[in-house]
């Protein structure tokens, strides 16, 4: 069983009836990813690629009672109160593809959701991917292939170019985690590293970080305890102090959050560093001990 | 986005939060000097520490001393950026400095509330030299602080008598602004005492959350509007700010036009890791719309510097076909002649496939210098070929 | 503090909460009526129910019409007490008429919202008949009422569409005026769905909590001024109110002049017990002032249909020798010729007793019609003797 | 044993400065009471009857850890905050003499108390005694002698006379608790009884309830379970409709707390209802089969 999402757990999707969403269900939905129902508050009763839509998660429950994945397509600033209507409602994993949340909802909405026990990926994830058995965001179901690689990353481009090289090596991925752009993340390295962890059917995992934030950082000494290996890549080497690279949380402020501060805390609790893309498959295949 | 000292002390004022008396003067409106009592402190407004030093805060005793001061102080440039306003403000006699401040902590995912008796250190210079001078309060994210609570801290700040209640009332009111406004940081250092009991927030530091500006239209009527977290924006990025494309200026001569902004740090880091140099960074935000994408172009192709565009869209909520519509309409209307080496593979890759190969087929000429590659070609060929086209064009 | 119709709709319109076009007029301001288009419902405000069978809800199609039936109204007397204000709304069409209420829950000692699809009866019928067509549902004291439990309170009403976002609005509005103004009660029934979707509070229940209104200033803009939960207040009322003595008006012939509250409570009790008529119910608060004493004793003694006092002090937070002084200082200087029965015990007593004997001793004719019994006399002796004194008056 | 208050527990004042506050902090030294300290914010440095007074509840108990009842002085609009400060610094019982205290702080505090297993008594409270032992809140001594009745009253006077009368017929108390008359309570009837219930100094209880509320009717089916009697006193039989009668809870709202309706439901879980004051010390004494 893959970790987080799965060929058989039935999902919801929150703001169905926008274009991205209506557009990604559909993808989804041919990935084989088990969608049951879609929510917008007003639009109950219409469909989305043949899946109904409802007025509020806890009506889409009443009627598919075993759902417990969502993915969150809101916009910014309805995001967090479409959290907490999934967690409210009962939802157990929550993947938020809605990116720039106000860093103070975040903080409330994960909140709520680690007192609760539910886990919240994002936002500004591109989604989970387990590769032939579901797909739960946007990523793009041509960069990813079946196999034993877990990988986690902060961003869904460098999550495509990754597995995009694992695949081109002959690698591929038993699930690819989005971890989310976002200053403020509802799951950091370490959670889902443990999760690949445990994972029968990860062999290695690829962690890709960047600029900003201390949650690399934070995940190192885990490194150190997993029985797998790691090989991290992170970005932002060439970055400006100050600015905001794009993603809300991708800024360096003073000292903390360089490239450096976390390519040396991975390096010392024992991650493979990989300097470019490229040298990622190789990396993986050589702590594999070259055995795949 | 972190405020000027005197947009902060602005938002402090409006919530009962006391400042000393000021004006802030740019070098049109130093008549307003007459509005302040002297002695004064001058201090220029810009965001970079040092400001001491530099010779950027300076006192005088009367007005003709101060313009003089403001006139040396006025076009100085401090960390890459130019003052052009300061804040002259009532000099107070300080007989206690404190520190205070509310932060959103990134380890426990809760505001903080930091104080110290030990004011006007950087807190990072406290926490190395007395570490146990520090007092950290957390609270779950939305939650009151009680006055009690506020007490507490002040209680703790070694303030006692009518102080504690001036210093509970201005714990309060900080974290009223932090809250109500959605800040990362809101600093009070020093926080002074000065004879006769009355406090006053000497220095004030506020980052507020771009990303929840949309919830503070009253920010408008302050002045205070969204830019960079630290300095000014070029020309450039100010014309990608009102595009709403995130946008920095970087001094190379790749142009980078990549997809998400995660992919857009990769890139530079990836052409300086090939021996090129990154013009920009860009981000496109998840699904840009053509209007969007035509901008983000213009922005490297009307660059002088610029000699060549590195290019990489991997589709997921971004599409494939719309971006590749993009590319060929800005090509036809604008008859680009530098080198475009891009690669382009994910959701409705085929459907943008077809767009590029029938524009190449009515318009060979046009599009003989721009190479789209496909999901086969590793990255770093793409990045490669793009660093030895640009040397190509010198 | 219950609000009248009037007073409720205007804090829904201060709050974006849809009520009808309308206005208030008195017997000197018809002229307003020219603010209105026809028809309109003319409703008297007053509290009590049973408005529309009075005779107190009329509709009129023009202004004549409606200034006839107004003048029919203003003046009347319903259920104690004598309309004196109108309010005219413009008619609506209703579709369907909603239940929606955010009351304090007694039993759970928390916010809780009722909703119910059968408006425009009580929320006790609809209990009684339809117990099922009621949803409720709790939020824990100082809780946000998130967007998202709004919108299902909505759709739990029935609402979908554009009615579900207008509905979650106004509930969510409802709880902030709840919360906002410390409602005991924020009723809107009938809210009411009209032709085209729009929706509107028909009618509007508040009632404040008279102990936050200090908080609350706001109020004052508006016109609402604290009063009895229900109903006018006398003139002798509104002396007491201005003095800040709970003090209510009862028609019998015994002042009572108690301690605190309770025992009020339980002395008019005890005096219907014994066959005596209670001719208020008064409460010192705790710690009474001299002042505060003094206007006690006035509102009674100046009671022309007062024949005699019953006085009880058990001394708690209340002192003995206090309320000594204050009743020896009313008497020396009122002189009141009506029968006092009194008792007194309890802290500071010794002393108390001390002021008594000694203004006796120095004006025993003044004080010869003035009892003060101790702790060895039990109560129910003391109001026996004074309803024995009211009789002998007579 | 007594409930709640006892000899041996250590209390401190909060707003102890205050007219009515100091006052009463002698009259409680005096009956034996052990209280440590005081706390009014401002005042930290002076001392009230000589016990010393601090900034704030914490600063008191880093002085006086022992310290776990409080009582509450405070004006009303600050009765919420001192009473979540008693809760927060470790403070377990809490007798709060303020009244009229706002509906929204009180029932915000008791949530607040109730999640972290603290006791509330009152608002609007003239505390609790236990006679000869301790005596928490202004309750005059005099009303008190030791014994083995239990009484519970919403109101400070009637709870005097209540014990007035059953010493005047020689019976006394275990302990006195006034439930205070503001219309949200910390503690209930139920609470108190069921204290008096298990406690061994206690043979049989006066409850004295007014109109108003429900916290009476809420009370009387736990009276049918109890293994002492309960003698219970209601007030209000002659009150207006509509009219707060001082105390802040005292108020008939429709058909709600009226006199006869509390009385109706006592009396049908085996309460025995007392007309006046002077009967009830007979009524005790029947109840306890004359035994006494």
Known sequence: ?292 | MRLYEYEAKGLFRRHMLPVPNSVVVDENSLCELYKVIYPVVIKAQTFAGGRGKAGLVQFATQRGEAEEKIAGMLGKKHAGHTVDKVLVEAKVSVERELYLAVVVDRLEHRPMIIASQRGGMDIEEIARKEPDAILKYYLNPGADLHAFMARNIASGLGLSGVLLASGAHIINKLYDIFRGYDCKVAEINPLVICGGGTVYALDAKVDLDEDAMFRHPQLRELGIVARHEVGELTEREKIAKQAGIPYVDLDGDIGVFPGGAGFGIAAIDLIQHYGGRPANFMDSGGAPTQEKLRAMLSLLLDNPRVKAIFGARFGGISRCDDWAKAVVKYVVENRPQKPMIMRMAGNMEEQGRKILEQAKAENPELFSKIKVYAYDTPIEHVIEETIRAAQTQD
Request: glycine share 12%; net charge neutral.
């Open chain 1, 1 to 292: 069983m893959a970790i987080i999402v799965d060929k058989d757990i039935p999902t919801i999707v929150q703001g169905i009836t926008g274009a991205n969403a209506s557009l990604h269900t559909r993808f989804m939905l041919q990935y084989g990813t088990k969608i049951v129902g879609g929510v917008t508050p007003g639009k109950s009763g219409q469909n989305v690629e043949g899946i109904p839509v409802y007025d509020t998660v806890q009506d889409c429950l009443a009627q598919h009672p075993e759902a417990n994945v969502s993915s969150v397509w809101a916009p910014p600033r309805f995001a967090k109160d479409a959290i907490l209507e999934a967690i409210e409602a009962g939802i157990k994993s929550i993947i938020v593809i809605t990116e720039r949340i106000p860093v103070h909802d975040m903080l409330y909405a994960r909140h709520v959701a680690k007192s609760k026990g539910v886990m919240i990926i994002g936002g500004n994830t591109p989604g989970i991917i387990s590769p032939g058995k579901a797909l739960v965001g946007m990523l793009p179901k041509i960069a990813f292939q079946p196999g034993r690689i877990g990988t986690v990353a902060r961003s869904g481009a460098v999550t495509y170019y990754i597995a995009n090289s694992l695949n081109l090596a002959d690698l591929g991925e038993s699930t690819s985690v989005g971890l989310g752009g976002d200053p403020i993340l509802g799951t950091n390295f370490e959670e889902i590293l443990n999760l690949f962890d445990k994972d029968s059917e990860t062999d290695a995992v690829v962690m890709a970080g960047e600029i900003g934030g201390v949650y690399e950082e934070l995940a190192a000494p885990f490194i150190s305890t997993m029985s797998k290996p790691v090989v991290a890549y992170i970005t932002g080497k060439a970055a400006p102090q100050g600015k905001r690279l794009g993603h809300a949380g991708a800024i360096i402020e003073g000292s903390m959050g360089t490239a450096a501060s976390k390519i040396d805390a991975l390096e010392k609790n024992g991650a493979i560093i990989a300097e470019t893309l490229s040298q990622i498959p190789a990396l993986v295949k050589k702590a594999l001990g070259g055995a795949r």
